[in-house]
Nanobody
Framework: QVQLVESGGGWVQPGGSLRLSCAASGTIFKIAEMGWYRQVPGKERELVASIASDGSAKYADFVKGRFTISRDNVESTEYLQMNSLKREDTADYYC?????????????????WGPGTQVTVSS
């Protein structure tokens, strides 16, 4: 089992910055991908950014140029640096880890989620 714990959420004024962290623990075989998602009440959870095992990153259009995702492979930790925050960035942010377990018959891909951290952008 893998446990994820987010930290770094909170309140910030529009235009401000926050840095989210997600620490993974437990038995991890091979991280295929780590990512950040967000959700507001009444809406589906949406991808914010993800980073693959080769370090390549993907971003949702609404955060391009403002957010940066990064990983510390040694510590199995990922980060989301959020700059130029807008009111519409207010949401619960969840980290996500995709773990590949290789067996003789193939690959077992498992996805884990953290409990979430709240980000509020308001004046």
């Amino acid at each position: 089992q893998v446990q994820l714990v987010e930290s770094g959420g909170g309140w910030v004024q529009p235009g401000g910055s926050l840095r989210l962290s997600c620490a993974a623990s437990g038995t991890i075989f091979k991280i295929a991908e780590m990512g950040w998602y967000r959700q507001v009440p009444g809406k589906e959870r949406e991808l914010v950014a993800s980073i693959a095992s080769d370090g390549s990153a993907k971003y949702a259009d609404f955060v391009k140029g403002r957010f940066t995702i990064s990983r510390d492979n040694v510590e199995s930790t990922e980060y989301l640096q959020m700059n130029s925050l807008k009111r519409e960035d207010t949401a619960d942010y969840y980290c996500n880890l995709v773990d590949d377990i290789f067996w003789a018959w193939g690959v077992d891909r498992r996805t884990y989620w953290g409990p979430g951290t709240q980000v509020t952008v308001s004046s």
